[in-house]
């Protein structure tokens, strides 16, 4: 059972980081592989002000979530917007920029950081609640329950508000939302924001279970988009789906398998879902 809770603790943080990658998609039409580094930022942040500034944690926290978020907006309004205009809309132009971006600011990170892990931090401190014969540790308890409070909240914003029903309707034909005079470029920016903040509070709640260092950005950017395209974009509950499906992987089979076959694991999965079923689990239907 205890493996079972740390397959449901990986599941959730790749589905968190999947989300983050699901509502750029939705709302600029693009992969935004910084996502990781946003993560990284928001846990790495939080340890190094803990640690080395003597900041309070949650002070520390609001500082590095505001940091991911920044970092999400320069590199809609400095990057992706700028080399799309230029090139016509093209994607692969930005997601060339992107991949550079990514490892801009893991280098950065490193420069103002260090390159040494360094210990998550809990927001809360509690004692370990005992579930059955398991023990559940407080930052897995906050990652969990974070965990249903953002997709139900985030479903919620898309499905019920203004702001959430212009992101579908931008996502589903850009040029179309255009020509009917919908603001575009504001929707963008508030999917880049929202998906900032998200990923650095998922990577400063999910640092606790195994520490957070400036390389971390492009593991996470992988495992986030790879549970992305195993849930799909049919629900906003699909990167769930994809993440929890990649946590089990992640788990059972380096315990039955050992060393690093969790690699091979997650490279299987990949190939299984890009030959056979690259939209995947759960299919985007794009309303006439």
Known sequence: MQLWLSALEMGCFFGLLALAYYLVLVGA??????????????????????LYEEMNVWAAAAVAILASAALAVVTELAVVRPVQRRSGGGELP????????????????GYLFGYTTLPGQNLLTFDPVPVGDIVVQPATVLLLCFTVVAFAGLAAWIRYTRTGRLLRAVGDS???????GLPV????????????????????????????????????A????????????????????????????????????????????LLFVALIFFAFKPSGLFVRRVRA
């Not at 930005?94 to 990170?109: R, S």
């Open 29 to 50: 039409g693009f992969f935004n592989f910084a996502i990781g580094p946003y993560a990284m930022v928001g846990g790495l942040c939080t340890s190094y002000l803990v």
């Open 94 to 109: 930005a997601l060339v920029a992107v991949a550079a971006v990514l490892f801009t600011i893991q280098q950065l990170g």
């Open 174 to 180: 850009t040029h179309a939302a255009s020509l009917l």
């Open 185 to 220: 470029n504001r929707v963008r920016l508030v999917a880049f924001i929202v998906s900032g903040l998200l990923a650095g509070i998922t990577g400063l709640l999910f640092a606790p279970k195994a520490g957070v260092s400036s390389l971390s950005g492009l593991s996470w």
């Open 222 to 265: 992988l495992s986030g988009f790879l549970a992305m395209v195993v849930g799909g974009t049919g629900s906003v509950w699909a990167p769930l789906a994809g993440g929890l499906l990649l946590g089990a992987v992640e788990v059972f089979v380096p315990y039955y398998f050992g060393g690093q076959s969790h690699v091979y694991g």
